[in-house]
């Protein structure tokens, strides 16, 4: 099975109950259709880089799954149908992608550097 991320970017006229319930509606389709979720990420309501639609802010979500290909089209037909979806994007992940995630959830980039006088105690 390949490793996948997607984005989706939800319209800010949504209530924080409404986002949450319209992102485990797509948490419910990739796990009905054999995916595995290996992380979730709200990121929350964010500043658009442009207006889509005459918005400027937009909730933000990510997910990492795993999941044959043929989910992803299942997926996004449904996120395309959804009026409360203003855009997403799914990635393939390569080893690299993935190496680097694991990385990140395990914390290895939230460390701070030791100062070289603690380390001479």
């Keep these: 099975m390949q490793q996948y991320e ?51 802010t937009g909730y933000y979500h990510l997910t990492e799954f795993r999941a044959p290909g043929e989910v992803i089209n299942k997926v996004e037909v449904e996120l395309r149908r959804d009026e409360r979806v203003l855009r997403f994007l799914t990635i393939a992940l390569d080893k690299h992608a993935v190496a680097y995630n694991e990385k990140k959830r395990s914390g290895a980039f939230n460390k701070k550097p030791v100062a070289k006088a603690e380390e001479s105690k």
Excluded at 31 to 56: C, M, R, S
Aim: cysteine-free; glycine content about 4%.
């Design 6 to 56: 997607i984005v989706i970017v939800l319209t800010p006229l949504l209530s924080t109950e409404t986002a949450a319930e319209a992102i485990a509606k797509y948490s419910k389709v990739l796990t009905d259709n054999g995916a595995e979720i290996v992380q979730e990420d709200n990121w929350g309501l964010k500043k658009l880089a442009y207006p889509i639609q005459k918005k400027t």
